[in-house]
């Protein structure tokens, strides 16, 4: 099968890894990829947001699957613009626009919850000509204030804060100011949920659906769950406090209302399901869904997947799901993301990164992020650089492998957690 997977973060080389073991895989192309995914397959300059580029590039190669790894294409359509070409005949794995709107709007995934009785947090949703209601609605709340921009916004567009003050702030350079690039000309304002975050995933053609292995990722940039939000500096796999029983809970509360929901309003859905969860007590709430894999938690999931991830893909895309044999490996993983310096705000790129030899003695896995090949060496072009994964028989062992390979790279201004996993061990 000829193969063309869409994206070039730390979720892409690891799809990309995990595509080129498969039996049934005749090439693989990577749009536009990274330093790293270029050992893997065909690297292609494709600018995933030009569909009929994209779908020149489908024609000329004889692709047959598509895998759409970043959400920007989603919530633009692509799936939709693909699989109504009279010019291609390609099958995506990836949800149309209707189904990616879980995703591309906050208000849009509330009013769905609402409607299909799944558990989440008491909201309100404003618009930019609506500043003072917004900030009298904050008064409905104690603090701390969750603060969504109704829009894509990079995973950084939600902001906690205790300080009514800074609400307000964040409130008018959203609604007024155009931050977050327009993404924030909505707002969702919510109450806080105090409790345990964790990920879920499935793979659904819309009626049934297989679960992929949950992860926790750490979204602060800064120890202790401190500093600015990120997309993500570390995630874990298995998470210990997701129990049978919050699992249970979480498919017959959400996962299952939520694929039902999809069928109910008729609104297609063929691909990744990503459900951000609060455990609330023994309780699940949705924080946020996602339309495609959560990246760094990709990089925790897919090594610990043992069967083909092609084969699932074509079964998923065949009306097959159901007789997949999904295997996974008991094993856990722990990723560590390293960063520039600046980031989640301001950063440099160019820096060479330097890797040890002593990297083939540790049990993981480095997959690139915000990397580019040229020279034959490795250089920083992104915010986040590498995602770092260790495996090991239990977390300890993948935490303590995931910061070996740490100690194995090196360039100018990295950082990274240094806590990513910790509080897990201590369930």
Known sequence: MNVLL?????????????????????????????????????????????????????????IELVVVGPEAPLVNGIADYLEDSKKVNVKVVGPRKAGAMLEGSKRFAKEFMNRHSIPTAQYASFKADELDKAIAYLDTFSPPYVLKADGLAAGKGVIITSSKQEAEDTLRSMLVDGAFDGAGSEVVIEAFLDGKEVSMFAVTDGRRFQLLPSAKDYKRAGDGDTGPNTGGMGAISPVPFLTEEFQEKALNQVIIPTIKGLEKDGIPYVGFLFFGLMKVGSEPFVVEYNCRLGDPETEVILPRIKSDLLHLFDSLCSGLLSEYDL?????????????????????????????????????????????????????????????????????????????????????????????????????
């Open 327 to 427: 295997v996974v490996d008991d094993r856990a993983a722990s990723t560590l993301i390293v960063a520039s310096e600046g980031y989640p705000g301001g950063y440099e790129k160019g820096k060479e990164i330097k890797f040890s030899d002593e990297i083939q003695e540790i049990d993981g896995h480095i997959f690139h992020s915000g990397t580019r090949e040229s020279r034959k060496k490795v250089w920083t072009n992104g915010g986040r650089v590498l995602a770092l994964t260790g495996r090991g028989n239990d977390l300890k062992e993948a935490i303590k492998n995931s910061y070996a390979l740490k100690n194995c790279i090196e360039f100018e201004g990295g950082f990274s957690r240094t806590d990513i996993g910790q509080d897990a061990l201590t369930e």
């Open 6 to 62: 869409l994206g070039n973060g730390g979720r892409e080389h690891a799809i990309a890894w995990k595509l080129s073991q498969s039996s049934l895989l005749r090439s693989l192309h990577i749009a536009p990829g990274n330093g790293g995914t270029g050992h893997l397959g065909t690297s292609a300059d494709l600018d995933l947001l030009d569909f009929p580029s994209i779908e020149r590039y489908i024609r000329k190669n004889q």
